[in-house]
T-cell receptor
């Protein structure tokens, strides 16, 4: 069964450093998403991406964040200057966004980001 | 500073019994809802969805009920199995300042007793 993959599984970085989290969505999916989950808290939507541009974003997704689909398979989330409060599990998801399974999002296993 | 974790409500059910997990959503204009299951150390897993023009939808062993009058969503799991033990949370799609957002609830921990 196809699945969303994410690398690395755990990233440790120092405050102020840039990080790039990588995702490979399911190959025939058209919509891509990033979410984060701070330890012990709710899942929070960050951004959705379609047709090489951001389609929706939340107030969390400020200028420190950016997303990119650099090639036909990868989808990345960049945090320019990490802060301690960016420490969280980051989940990538993808969906077909067509037909009766339009919003069925498949989540990756997550990347745990630890900012020290 | 120290982050305060959510104290998740827990539902304990006997194996084979039916489970009902509830969720109160926030925005009467939300047009679409999803139930997710999250096992420890894993990403959320889609279970079932429902649009706001429906009040009930059935899947395999699961049923979602939507009561728009009181902004309430429930997930019913029939014949609960040990593999159903996980955190379950609902998500609503609502219009935020920057477009459509999915807003997640805090979750309920389901514990299936042998």
């Amino acid at each position: 069964e196809p699945e969303v993959t994410q690398t690395p599984s755990h990233q440790v970085t120092q405050m102020g450093q840039e990080v790039i989290l990588r995702c490979v969505p399911i190959s025939n999916h058209l919509y891509f998403y990033w979410y984060r989950q701070i330890l012990g808290q709710k899942v929070e939507f960050l951004v959705s991406f379609y047709n090489n541009e951001i389609s929706e974003k939340s107030e969390i997704f400020d200028d420190q964040f950016s997303v990119e689909r650099p090639d036909g398979s990868n989808f990345t989330l960049k945090i320019r200057s990490t802060k301690l409060e960016d420490s969280a599990m980051y989940f990538c998801a993808s969906s077909e966004r067509t037909g009766h399974r339009a919003y069925e999002q498949y989540f990756g296993p997550g990347t745990r980001l630890t900012v020290t | 500073g120290e982050s305060v974790g959510l104290h998740l409500p827990t539902l304990s059910v006997q194996e084979g019994d039916n489970s009902i997990i509830n969720c109160a959503y926030s925005n009467s204009a939300s047009d679409y809802f999803i139930w997710y299951k999250q096992e420890s150390g894993k990403g959320p897993q889609f279970i079932i969805d429902i649009r706001s023009n429906m009040d009930k939808r059935q899947g395999q062993r699961v049923t979602v009920l939507l009561n728009k009058t009181v902004k309430h969503l429930s997930l019913q799991i029939a014949a609960t199995q040990p593999g159903d033990s996980a955190v379950y949370f609902c998500a609503e799609r609502m219009k935020g300042d920057y477009g459509q957002n999915f807003v997640f609830g805090p979750g309920t921990r389901l514990s299936v007793l042998p």
